[in-house]
């Protein structure tokens, strides 16, 4: 299950989200419990399904002596846990402490991130396309030819 492509949306005044046609089918397709999870994770507001979220649970869980960026990060994971329903419309409602979390208000751009998605305010989209970055190095480091 994989999430690709981008959307400009607007919250409305209760914090309700329209999720892209695409992702909604995705869930809708790929997830019987009929919610995502939405967190905080790498410092912005990301949705995962139910089994994403029992994973990195167990991932994070098995670090034996957690530096303290690792402990914060994980403390925003697990205290931002929030389950979302998806409407039948695919519609989901982002509680207004996440929201604020986020930076989420007004206009915001929902991203596909392959196994995740991820909700940015408007301007951090555009501040993602504007800026400047060198991947070279780990694409070689990982062995990876893209063919693009």
Not at 92 to 110: C, F, M, Q, W
């Amino acid at each position: 299950m994989l999430f690709f492509g981008h959307a400009h949306r607007s919250l409305d005044d209760k914090g309700r989200l329209i999720l892209p046609p695409e992702f909604r089918d995705v869930i809708r397709e790929n997830v019987p419990e009929g919610y995502v999870v939405l967190t905080i994770y790498g410092n912005q507001v990301i949705g995962i399904t139910p089994s994403q979220w029992d994973h990195a649970v167990k991932e994070f869980m098995s670090v034996k002596a957690p530096d303290n960026d690792l402990e914060e990060e994980m403390l925003l994971f697990f205290s931002c846990y929030t389950k979302a329903p998806v409407s039948k419309q695919g519609r989901i409602a982002i509680p207004a402490d996440l929201r604020k979390s986020g930076g989420l208000e007004g206009n915001v751009t929902v991203l596909g991130a392959g196994r995740k998605f991820v909700i940015r305010p408007e301007d951090g989209f555009d501040n993602l396309l504007n800026r400047k970055r060198d991947i070279s190095r780990q694409l070689a480091e990982n062995n990876l030819d893209l063919k693009i």
